[in-house]
Nanobody, 120 residues
């Protein structure tokens, strides 16, 4: 099995910054793409940022130039640096990892989510 645990969420004022972390553990052989999504109350979950095993990144238009995704392959960890936060960034943030286990099973695993609240 594979577990993902997010950390780093919290309450911040508009214009502030937060850094989210997501560590994957378990029977991991390799992690391909990793990403961050978010879900605000009453809205559908949306992709915020993604990163490939080689380090290529993509971002939602709403967070470009404010958020930066990165990863440490040795630690099976993905990060999301969030700057210039806005109240509309308030949501539960989830990480995911496209993972192949040591038994050859491929799956998309998700964390439990971490709350980010931006006050105006």
């Amino acid at each position: 099995q594979v577990q993902l645990v997010e950390s780093g969420g919290g309450l911040v004022q508009a214009g502030g910054s937060l850094r989210l972390s997501c560590a994957a553990s378990g029977s991991i052989l390799v992690i391909n793409d990793m990403g961050w999504s978010r879900q605000a109350p009453g809205k559908q979950r949306e992709l915020v940022a993604g990163i490939t095993i080689g380090g290529s990144t993509n971002y939602a238009d709403s967070v470009k130039d404010r958020f930066t995704i990165s990863r440490d392959n040795a630690k099976n960890t993905v990060y999301l640096q969030m700057n210039s936060l806005k109240p509309e960034d308030t949501a539960v943030y989830y990480c995911n990892a496209d993972t192949i286990t040591v038994w050859g099973k491929r799956g998309d695993y998700w964390g439990q989510g971490t709350q980010v609240t931006v006050s105006s």
